[in-house]
């Protein structure tokens, strides 16, 4: 089951407490730049951010204080989870034409997790937050947007628990076989 939250501090309410966070603001982009994507990576997490029809735009200390943005207009951002176990994820989502600050439309957007529509977007307020806590894990989140302006993420906060190494196996499969041993022993 996947819920949706339209402020910060309800979705942060129902986020786990052993859930690992990973946020993302863009203020340490250090310049323009056109990018095929945009990758966030932590210690046991890597999600890639990529546009529906072409690369992603970065925008270093503007009036959005960083942000990410779809290169093309009318365009769709893909967020895909190719590394930890993504429960929830948050993030503010507007609207620019990249000369001021965000903008407002009657055009709306559609949020898709999984496949699976979980939310619409109306930009009708230049500040929208958005984001969702699932019960399994998700591999892709998909913003739809088909409107003339670029749609813009901002502030970006991915909850999720950690994929065990291989070593972490063998480790727990060392300590059964011992545990295993140990108690033949002393039927023996």
Not at 3 to 20: F, H, V
Not at 165 to 171: C, G, K, L, M
């Amino acid at each position: 089951m996947i819920t949706a939250y339209d402020t910060p501090a309800s979705y942060q309410a129902a986020l786990d407490p052993m859930y690992w966070q990973h946020s993302e603001d863009f203020t340490s982009v250090a310049s323009y730049a056109q990018l095929p994507s945009f990758e966030l990576v932590d210690v046991a997490l890597d999600v890639s951010i990529t546009g529906e029809n072409g690369s992603v735009f970065t925008l270093p200390n503007n009036v959005y204080d960083g942000a990410l943005a779809s290169y093309q207009s009318d365009s769709g951002l893909y967020l895909t989870v190719d590394d930890g176990l993504v429960y929830g994820m948050g993030f503010d989502v507007f609207l620019t034409d990249f000369t001021s600050a965000p903008i407002t439309s009657l055009s709306p957007g559609v949020v898709y997790v999984d496949g699976m529509q979980v939310g619409v977007l109306n930009f009708n307020d230049p500040d929208t937050f958005f984001g969702f806590v699932s019960d399994t894990p998700v591999n892709s989140v998909f913003i739809d947007y088909n409107g003339v302006n670029f749609l813009t993420l901002d502030n970006i906060n991915i909850a999720y628990t950690p994929v065990p190494e291989a070593s972490t196996y063998a480790a727990l499969a060392g300590l059964a076989a011992l545990g295993l041993l140990g108690m033949r022993r002393r039927h023996a």
